[in-house]
């Protein structure tokens, strides 16, 4: 299968800028896995499509305000870092720019030298580790010297930071958001517990892998980076309860998908765990848990397009972009969502 059969066009206007002013008035498409019927609502509809019995599984990843602006030192010119993974012992990996000019040696500095750093070595990748030296908590200085790390097709200055975290964000260490969760507010997620849905909370650190194109022409070609992910007790025994009982397991974001189907059994069974996962779902996958998904609609030829095909059918996807595109939908992290059921 080719990268290019995923392709479509999408007007540059319809990519959103700025979140909505009420998370719960974006725009909900719904598709019909099977059918490929579709239907226009807005996410504040949702508890509708819902049913006691069912269960929710929300990515709790809180996003790290994980871009530095600083200097080089001793006399250098300006430097920008984004933290992608904690290694450990101070040290992170870390996307740098201008990547000419921060070599192995080089020594960093930001908020007036608050916290400084030095580049130990460059990844495979291209990524630089480096380690930082600061006094007190570091999450509290990356809160108070860093800026959230916004995807490269937002232009515009996010004006509050919250609105690129979900309202459940909890676990700090993702250099994005798993955008699906944006669309909740705390009111929505109550009168959805009180239906009888259960709500139960994975956690999957998103790195900045997941708006890298395919590059190979081939799908298959293609490798997906890693990114470590957690199934608490209390998700694991919901989800097992649910299935047994005949519910729907929702997961609301391709993130919470990748960490359910990364760790479940052969019988689609879960279990408490941690680790990293790179599981990459396309075409052909034979989902083990998941019935449904909640998810925003994804950039052409990107690994999540290919992951919803993989649930829906490549043709009913392609089929709802075209309507979303005509029905002036909002596209991207900060657009409208859809529910595939």
Not at 13 to 23: C, D, G, K, N, V
Not at 230 to 254: D, F, Q, S
């Amino acid at each position: 299968m080719k990268t290019a059969d995923f392709n479509f066009m999408l007007p540059e206007e319809l990519i959103a800028q700025t979140p909505l002013e009420q998370r719960d008035t974006s725009r909900l498409l719904t598709l019909n896995k099977e059918s490929g019927e579709i239907a226009h609502r807005h996410f504040y509809d949702l508890p509708q499509l819902l049913r006691a019995g069912d269960c929710l599984v929300l990515n709790d990843s809180r996003v790290l305000p994980a871009r530095l602006v600083g200097r080089r030192e001793p006399g250098g010119g300006a430097a920008e870092i984004v933290l992608l993974i904690d290694r450990g012992e101070k040290v992170w990996e870390c996307l740098v720019r201008p990547g000419k000019k921060v070599r192995v040696g080089t020594r960093l500095s930001f908020g007036e030298g608050l916290l400084t750093a030095e580049v130990l070595s460059v990844t495979e990748g291209g990524n630089r580790l480096i380690r930082f030296d600061y006094e007190g908590i570091f999450l509290e200085l990356l809160e108070r010297l860093g800026k959230m790390p916004l995807p490269p097709y937002i232009k515009e200055e996010l004006q509050d930071p919250e609105r690129y975290q979900t309202v459940y964000a909890k676990e700090s260490g993702s250099a994005a958001a798993p955008t699906a969760g944006l669309h909740f507010t705390k009111a929505l997620l109550a009168q959805i517990e009180e239906m009888g849905v259960a709500v139960c909370y994975v956690t999957l650190h998103v790195g900045l892998g997941t708006f890298r194109p395919v590059k190979a022409e081939e799908i298959t070609a293609h490798e997906m980076h890693s990114e470590f992910a957690m199934i608490p007790p209390k998700t694991a025994e919901i989800v097992n309860r649910t299935k047994a009982a005949g519910g729907r397991v929702i997961c609301v974001g391709t993130t919470s998908c990748r960490t359910i189907e990364s760790f479940a059994s052969a019988d689609g069974t879960l279990a408490p765990t941690s680790g990293w996962t790179n599981i990459f779902i396309y075409p052909g996958y034979r989902f083990k848990v998941l019935d449904a998904l909640i998810t925003n609609f994804h950039l052409p030829q990107s690994t999540l397009v290919m992951l919803v095909s993989a649930l829906a059918g490549r043709e009913h996807i392609l089929d709802a972009y075209q309507k979303a595109i005509e029905e002036r939908y909002r596209f991207f992290s900060f657009g409208d969502a859809m529910m595939i059921y």
